[in-house]
């Protein structure tokens, strides 16, 4: 088995699995658009009111993503794509 070695930039190089936060967006934009339906058929208005809140930031997050993906390889690259460089034009962190 080969070892990957760290460069210890992990954080600025980190990458998001954009495809499974679109799956899991569009998961609870379906469970929250659903409780909200069912609550306000039931006459639960507080906890109608809550689902819908939560289906507008699901929804939110979900066009986010999607413009992500859209917007190509520097956002989802694949595995064949190298670690990007650090942005060198910002100073360092303090450390601790």
Same mark, same amino acid.
Do not use: K
């Given at each position: ?5 760290? @460069? ?7 990458? @998001?699995?954009?495809?499974? +936060?679109? %799956?899991? @967006?569009? %998961?609870?934009?379906? %469970?929250?658009? !659903? ?6 058929? &039931?006459?639960?208005? !507080? %906890?109608?009111?809550?689902? !819908? &809140? ?10 986010? &993503?999607? +413009? #992500?993906?859209?917007?190509?390889? #520097? =956002?989802? *690259? ?5 670690? =990007?460089? *650090?942005?060198?034009? +910002? ?6």
């Amino acid at each position: 088995m080969t070892m990957i070695m760290r @460069s210890g930039n992990e954080p600025l190089t980190a990458r @998001s699995a954009l495809r499974l +936060r679109f %799956w899991l @967006s569009v %998961w609870g934009l379906l %469970w929250a658009v !659903g409780g909200t339906v069912v609550f306000a058929f &039931v006459g639960s208005v !507080g %906890w109608a009111t809550a689902c !819908g &809140v939560l289906a507008l930031v699901v929804l939110t997050d979900l066009l986010l &993503v999607v +413009r #992500h993906i859209r917007q190509g390889p #520097h =956002y989802q *690259p694949g595995p064949d794509i190298p670690p =990007y460089a *650090p942005d060198r034009r +910002r100073p360092p962190p303090p450390r601790p």
